[in-house]
């Protein structure tokens, strides 16, 4: 790879009305990311050092969204809708700047790789002034197609312009192109609207260039990689897409999927090799799995470091905030948030940790709670190393638990516990010998049997 330096134009596409969302369609969202972001993150992966992002009217949600992706990105807006080549003279501004490669993009379209825009830059110094993206559709209705003379790229044909001979050809327009800086403000201004939409496009670049003895060339990619999204099932396609990818990835890297298919991944999940990942599992954002970890079926993740060795689940949900150490166990139907559990403490069913420290090698019992919010304000819990807290405890916090305190089941603990310390706060047990009877045969009487 050279070490020329890029521009990348991304095209946030316009409202997308068949997503029937007052959500803008590239703020929609694919592995937890927005559409656009994907854009962005395959922009900045293939070496772009600026970055203009070309929205509609009135979209200031999709700037401030692109603003916190990539804090250096100029935002330009396209008054009206005029076309593809339109879209991109809106960043006029930008475009006067030097570079040496620019490269459009769609803020729709988050499946590109990184690799395959570094592949265009190569054709750029090689010698190229303009590269289209291209594939081999297995269908190819509603693509600009790419025509071949000579072994040579002639044209680019939009659809609703080619010729029947034309609309037969496989070989299609992913829409994104490349061109060296020093021609491609010449190239657009040169582009008219002479076409059966009144719109100015991109894809005439090719012929211009040709014309002025510029060379022209294609890129070939996989189709998969330039499916745009403009309603909800290609939504949903693309998602799907994304997923099979990202679990060859982590199958690749050595993580163990038990059944594939039905675990899902967000955009940042990190997973160390020898981690095993059991059925139906979801990974929202921002989790990270150290080696040997085990997460068992039915869980939710999010916002969450499980340490090496550890074990999650099943049905167990971690959400932000949770730090679950060495060795620890994470039981069925247990939920932590905010928590760190040290190496070694234990989880292991029906209880709710947040807002807390759970201190190495304790045990925490069955149907175990820490009140952590009264309503106004959230307050922490500190449990201490060796601790137990018996099943059906409720922890008032704040409230500290000292090392190797013993908690008897069933209290409400709303005062600190000192290190080795039994803690007990229940009622007094009363029993009455031979009530029971009395008591079911009034029960029955009021009940009229």
Not at 42 to 70: E, F, S, T, W, Y
Not at 185 to 190: A, E, K, P
Not at 330 to 342: D, S, T
Request: charged share 25%; proline share 4%; hydrophobic share 45%.
């Amino acid at each position: 790879m050279t070490d020329r330096t890029s521009l990348m134009i991304v095209l946030a596409a316009g409202e997308g009305t068949r997503m029937k969302s007052a959500t803008p369609k590239v703020l929609h969202e694919v592995a937890g990311q927005p559409l656009v972001a994907h854009a962005v993150a395959a922009a900045l992966a293939a070496g772009a050092d600026r970055l203009a992002v070309v929205i509609g009217p009135g979209r200031d949600d999709v700037a401030k969204a692109v603003a916190r992706l990539a804090p250096e990105v100029t935002v330009f807006t396209q008054g009206e809708r005029l076309g593809t080549a339109h879209a991109v003279l809106a960043a006029r501004e930008a475009l006067t700047q030097p570079a040496d490669d620019v490269i459009v993009l769609y803020g729709d379209t988050p499946l590109v790789r990184p690799e395959t825009l570094k592949r265009v830059r190569a054709e750029l110094a090689a010698g190229a002034d303009v590269v289209v993206l291209g594939f081999e559709a297995d269908s190819p209705t509603g693509y600009g197609r790419l025509l071949i003379q000579n072994g040579k790229l002639a044209a680019i044909r939009e659809e609703r312009d080619a010729t029947p001979d034309e609309k037969a050809i496989r070989l299609c327009n992913s829409g994104i192109m490349g061109f060296t800086g020093r021609n491609v403000l010449s190239l657009l201004d040169t582009i008219g609207n002479d076409n059966a939409k009144g719109e100015y496009y991109l894809t005439d670049a090719v012929e211009i260039a040709l014309m002025l003895g510029l060379k022209a060339t294609v890129v070939a990619g996989e189709e998969e990689e330039f499916r745009g999204v403009n309603d909800r099932a290609q939504l949903a396609d693309c998602e799907a897409i994304w997923q099979a990818r990202r679990r060859r990835e982590m199958l690749t890297r050595g993580v163990t999927l038990t059944a594939p298919d039905t675990v899902f991944f967000a955009y940042d999940t990190e997973i160390a090799p020898d981690v095993v990942i059991e059925p139906n599992v979801v990974f929202g954002p921002g989790v990270r799995i150290e080696s040997w970890a085990r997460i068992r079926a039915f869980s939710h993740l999010e916002g969450a470091v499980v340490r090496s060795g550890a074990l999650v689940g099943p049905y167990a949900r971690l959400r932000p905030g949770a730090d679950i150490g060495s060795e620890a166990h994470i039981g069925n139907f247990v939920e932590v948030k905010n928590g760190h559990i040290e190496a070694g403490a234990k989880v292991n069913h029906l209880s709710y940790i947040g807002d807390a420290r759970v201190g190495a090698k304790t045990n925490i019992g069955a149907g175990t709670i820490t009140c952590n919010y009264d309503g106004f304000g959230k307050y922490r819990t500190d449990i201490g190393a060796n601790a137990f807290i018996g099943s059906n405890s409720s922890l008032v916090a704040p409230v500290a638990i000292g090392d190797g305190a013993y908690v008897g089941s069933g209290s409400v603990v709303t005062e600190d516990v000192p290190a080795d310390a039994l803690a007990i706060g229940r009622s007094r047990q009363v029993n009455k010998p031979e009530r029971a009877a009395g008591l079911r045969a009034r029960m029955k009487a009021k009940a009229g049997k």
